[in-house]
């Protein structure tokens, strides 16, 4: 789909079941932002690079689920 995987830290509701011992990963869900988790958080919902972050995270998905 054209994208790069990335590695990052953040706190994001995946440190649950890593805390537990379970793997757990976060999907981007496309666009851009900033200001996270504060007063002046921001998104641009543009459709195109929101419909390609879904496509990537349903793709994820469907993938992981014919894995097992």
């Known amino acids: 789909m054209g994208l790069e995987p990335s590695l990052g830290f953040a706190s994001t509701d995946a440190n649950v079941p890593i805390s537990l011992g379970i793997p757990a990963i976060t999907i981007d869900s496309g666009g851009s932002g900033g200001g996270a988790h504060s007063p ?3 998104i641009d919902v ?6 390609h972050g879904t496509q990537t995270a349903l793709l994820v998905l469907l993938s992981a689920a014919g894995a097992g």
């Open 40 to 42: 002046a958080e921001w």
């Open 46 to 51: 543009a459709k195109a690079e929101s419909v």
